[in-house]
């Protein structure tokens, strides 16, 4: 009996002489590794424990910066650390990575260095993390100037399966991972000069993103806003209470960014654009929709986009006589599929747009629009149909933009033009009732009798109800203007052809 319990002894003392000298090699590695990184970085920390047998690391009050990333942590945990795979391989094998009250700051615009830059990289292993995960944590992106472009409060973060290599940093998203869960609050993002981009919330399950109160807000009120801008420039209000992102996937292709999801639902949108057309004309040229989506410096494919019981209201102040005219879209229901500039080698599909809403609410309005965002000369259709569009609703645009009053209702009217970034050509269908114009004066108390019957005189109609369709209404686009005012000129260009005589 004896002789066996030394034999156990023996064992049990060479198994704990043999734990103290792995704990003592791989804390000797680690800090040689953690040397390294201080080396090239400004990196500390207080403590640092180590635990083979449980697979244990943690390391105390971590401070590191570096040009382009700095982080800030009371605690770093690691359980399940593969010591074996890193002395024989170099590799980091981790099952969790654990990261209490992180601030991390990203500077953007500095000089890449060893935390950015795959070929300056120290590290030549592979890393693999089963699960990162993070909690009361603060992200800020800042120019070099110290200006916050993003500031974002983690509530809680969980990365599964994320994993990094020397191949891998060289791509537009330096890591890959498999799953994203958790919560950020506070999330503020500088759009530009102009306007700011905030939400409430977002939770995050399984890749599925619920983002609750995203608003874009103007940083100056109207009149001010025109005395910041060097040109006519949309000043845009959103209000958006739900929207969701689902199975968002982040991932890189052809070493660019790409993000990639089946469907995004937007619910009550409230939209407002103002525009002053009294200020400087921006000469600029205008892109299509397909050609912005086409040239975009990020893959993005999007199956369908969702729009859901949301208004929309354009405000426009005109150069003439700088009074505000408005478009009204209420109830506005949309279907957009496949937002894609991802299958350039396979052929593409055709983006579709399907729309209905209550225009100037009153009339139903229902478009069909769709194009090729990878046709080079940025084809287009665009068809629909408006129904029971009164004078008191045209009125709301037509009186304080162009001076002009109508009298009677639109029964129907019907278009279709097809298209490319240079001309389009359609046709128009109208249904009248007694519909005539009358000119203002330039106060627009009154009507100008004189201008007014001249105007009616051409007016094909003689205050009759009536119907009239006109084929091949050319259209030339003004390409320093957007693609909404090209639309407006196929509508006008069809009205005004199908309604005067010949």
């Given at each position: 009996m004896k002789k066996y319990i030394k034999v156990i002894l023996v064992i049990l003392g060479v198994s704990l002489?043999?734990?103290?000298?792995?704990?003592?090699?791989?804390k000797l590695q680690l800090k040689k590794a953690l040397s390294e990184v201080s080396a090239k970085n400004d990196f500390s920390?207080?403590?640092?424990?180590?635990?083979?047998?449980?697979?244990?690391?943690?390391?105390?009050?971590?401070n590191f910066k570096s040009k382009s990333f700095e982080l800030e942590s009371p605690s770093i945990k690691v359980k399940g650390?593969?010591?074996?795979?890193?002395?024989?391989?170099?590799?980091?094998?981790?099952?969790?990575?654990?990261?209490?009250?992180?601030?991390?700051?990203?500077?953007?615009?500095?000089?890449?260095?060893?935390?950015?830059?795959?070929?300056?990289?120290?590290?030549?292993?592979?890393?693999?993390i089963g699960n990162i995960k993070t909690s009361n944590g603060y992200l800020d992106v800042i120019n070099e100037g110290d200006e916050k472009n993003i500031s974002i409060k983690l509530s809680n973060i969980n990365f599964k399966s994320f994993k990094t290599s020397q191949e891998i940093l060289k791509n537009g998203l330096p890591f890959n991972y498999e799953s994203l869960s958790g919560s950020l609050d506070s999330v503020y993002v500088k759009m530009n000069f102009y306007q700011d981009l905030k939400v409430q919330s977002i939770k995050i399950e399984d890749n599925n993103f619920n983002v609750n109160n995203l608003s874009i807000t103007p940083k100056y009120e109207r009149a001010?806003?025109?005395?910041?801008i060097p040109y006519e420039k949309d000043l845009i209000t959103l209000n958006?209470?739900?929207?969701?992102?689902?199975?968002?996937?982040i991932d890189t292709l052809n070493d660019e960014l790409s993000l990639k999801t089946p469907s995004i639902v937007v619910v009550n949108a409230d939209c407002n654009i103002y525009?002053?057309?009294?200020?400087?004309?921006?000469?600029?040229?205008?892109?299509?929709?397909?050609?912005?989506?086409?040239?975009?410096?990020?893959?993005?494919?999007?199956n369908a986009l969702q729009i859901q019981s949301s208004k929309l209201v354009y405000e426009e102040r005109a150069e003439g006589t700088k009074k505000i005219g408005k478009v009204l879209l209420e109830n506005l229901n949309a279907t957009i599929k496949d937002i894609n500039n991802t299958s350039k080698n396979d052929g593409g599909k055709l983006t579709t747009a399907n729309i209905s809403t209550n225009f100037m609410g009153t009339s139903q309005l229902n478009v069909n629009w769709q194009f090729d965002i990878n046709n080079l000369n940025d084809t287009f259709n665009i068809k629909g149909e408006a129904k029971q569009v009164s004078a008191d609703a045209m009125n709301m645009f037509f009186v304080p933009a162009v001076n002009v009053k109508a009298i009677g209702t639109l029964n129907e009217l019907y278009f279709n033009y097809s298209g490319d970034k240079n001309d389009a050509l359609g046709d128009m269908r109208i249904d009248y009732s007694t519909f005539k114009v009358e000119v203002l004066r330039?106060?627009?108390?009154?009507?100008?009798?004189?201008?007014?019957?001249?105007?009616?005189?051409?007016?094909?109609?003689?205050?009759?109800?009536?119907?009239?369709?006109?084929?091949?209404v050319s259209v030339t686009r003004d390409k320093t203007k957007s693609f909404w005012n090209y639309f407006w000129l196929c509508i006008r260009n069809g009205a005004l052809q199908s309604l005067t005589k010949s």
């Open positions: 002489v043999l734990v103290i000298g792995a704990n003592y090699y791989a920390y207080e403590t640092l424990d180590v635990n083979v047998l449980l697979g244990k690391v943690s390391i105390d009050n971590v650390f593969g010591y074996w795979s890193y002395i024989t391989s170099k590799d980091i094998s981790v099952s969790t990575l654990q990261i209490d009250a992180p601030k991390l700051k990203v500077i953007k615009g500095a000089e890449k260095d060893t935390v950015t830059s795959a070929k300056n990289h120290s590290f030549k292993g592979d890393i693999s001010e806003f025109q005395n910041v958006v209470p739900e929207l969701k992102l689902n199975n968002l996937k525009r002053d057309k009294t200020h400087t004309d921006d000469v600029r040229i205008k892109p299509m929709y397909s050609e912005m989506l086409r040239n975009l410096n990020f893959g993005l494919d999007i330039k106060d627009g108390s009154s009507k100008n009798r004189l201008l007014s019957g001249i105007v009616n005189l051409f007016l094909d109609n003689n205050e009759k109800d009536g119907r009239v369709t006109k084929q091949d």
